[in-house]
């Protein structure tokens, strides 16, 4: 069981302004829903979420669903993902972000209305660590010799990495179309993952917690994925593997459903990352 934040502050206010239960609650009896139909008109048994036996938006809110633990699901905890449990959660995004860009450019508007995120929502002033992150991370670099070599970097995207990342996150809701657009995760990390393994072998993995969904460029989840799923290694060595492996399950998909306009290219994916 999911409920709301009870206990009065600034974390409640915000969390309430980012309308989270609404968010969840619409996504598991709307928007879900609708990809799961979709993906099995056309044969594909892909589970992309735990079921949901109830939901309430009245006081107190509350969201229950399955216990994945007795179905033999468990966290990924105290070690990285591995790559096969990492391709596993990509194939998954990408089967949810390509159904969502068909409906987004058939005139869905069930998956083209989520707009709020936690940082485009805030007041900066509210929240030193990201409105002064990288002056920061300038200083504690700065008091460390073995770390000094990287601070042209971070001075090089000090004044433009977090307006550039406010554009990015506000482009739907101020009406720029262009690009690739689907509906992310948004909380997209190796906590909202569980995994069932049978005889040491992956059999299933679980996406949760689609409380922070969010339409726009599929760059939001792919660079969740970069931050907080992939391993030093993999970031060094499985970056185009693993966009080409995410790209190839998008198209698959598409092609799949029958979908008949513009299918994005792995260029146009590899533009919306690296812009």
Same mark, same amino acid.
């Given at each position: $069981?999911?409920?709301?934040?009870?206990?009065?502050?600034?974390?409640?206010?915000? @969390?309430?302004?980012?309308?989270?239960?609404?968010?969840? /609650?619409?996504? &598991?009896?709307?928007?879900?829903?609708?990809?799961?139909?979709?993906?099995?008109?056309?044969? =594909?048994?892909?589970?992309?979420?735990?079921?949901?036996?109830?939901?309430?938006?009245?006081?107190?809110?509350?969201?229950?669903?399955?216990? @994945?633990?007795?179905?033999?699901?468990?966290?990924?905890?105290?070690?990285?993902?591995?790559?096969?449990?990492?391709?596993?959660? +990509?194939?998954?995004?990408?089967?949810?972000?390509?159904?969502? %860009?068909?409906?987004?450019?058939?005139? !869905?508007?069930?998956?083209?209305?989520?707009?709020?995120? *936690?940082? #485009?929502?805030?007041?900066?002033?509210?929240?030193?660590?990201?409105? =002064?992150?990288?002056? +920061?991370?300038?200083?504690?670099?700065?008091?460390?010799?073995?770390?000094?070599?990287?601070?042209?970097?971070?001075?090089? /995207?000090?004044?433009?990495?977090?307006?550039?990342? @406010?554009?990015?996150?506000?482009?739907?809701? !101020?009406?720029?179309?262009?690009?690739?657009?689907?509906?992310?995760?948004?909380?997209?990390?190796?906590? !909202?993952?569980?995994?069932? *393994?049978?005889? #040491?072998?992956?059999?299933?993995?679980?996406?949760? =917690?689609?409380?922070?969904?969010?339409?726009?460029?599929?760059?939001?989840?792919?660079? *969740?994925?970069?931050? $907080?799923?992939?391993?030093?290694? $993999?970031?060094?060595?499985? $970056?185009?593997?693993?966009? *080409?492996? %995410?790209?190839?399950?998008?198209?698959?998909? @598409?092609?799949? /459903?029958? &979908?008949?306009?513009?299918?994005?290219?792995?260029?146009?994916?590899?533009?919306? /990352?690296?812009?």
């Amino acid at each position: $069981m999911k409920t709301e934040h009870f206990e009065e502050g600034l974390q409640k206010d915000k @969390l309430g302004e980012m309308a989270i239960f609404e968010t969840e /609650v619409r996504m &598991y009896t709307i928007v879900l829903p609708m990809i799961k139909a979709k993906l099995r008109e056309f044969g =594909d048994q892909t589970v992309l979420a735990p079921k949901i036996f109830h939901s309430s938006l009245e006081m107190p809110r509350n969201i229950v669903f399955e216990d @994945l633990v007795t179905e033999g699901y468990s966290i990924i905890s105290e070690r990285p993902g591995s790559l096969e449990e990492i391709k596993l959660a +990509l194939k998954k995004l990408a089967k949810i972000h390509a159904i969502s %860009y068909q409906m987004a450019q058939m005139g !869905n508007k069930d998956v083209t209305t989520f707009k709020k995120n *936690y940082v #485009n929502t805030l007041n900066l002033d509210d929240f030193i660590v990201l409105r =002064d992150g990288v002056k +920061l991370m300038k200083k504690v670099i700065s008091d460390q010799p073995d770390l000094q070599k990287y601070l042209p970097h971070f001075e090089s /995207v000090e004044k433009f990495l977090f307006p550039k990342v @406010l554009d990015l996150l506000n482009a739907a809701k !101020n009406g720029k179309r262009s690009g690739v657009q689907v509906l992310n995760h948004g909380d997209f990390h190796m906590k !909202n993952l569980m995994v069932k *393994y049978v005889d #040491n072998e992956l059999k299933e993995l679980m996406l949760l =917690d689609y409380q922070t969904c969010f339409f726009g460029s599929p760059a939001i989840d792919l660079h *969740y994925a970069f931050a $907080m799923m992939y391993s030093p290694s $993999m970031r060094l060595d499985k $970056m185009d593997e693993l966009l *080409y492996y %995410y790209t190839k399950n998008f198209q698959d998909t @598409l092609h799949t /459903v029958q &979908y008949k306009g513009h299918i994005p290219t792995i260029t146009e994916i590899r533009e919306e /990352v690296c812009t």
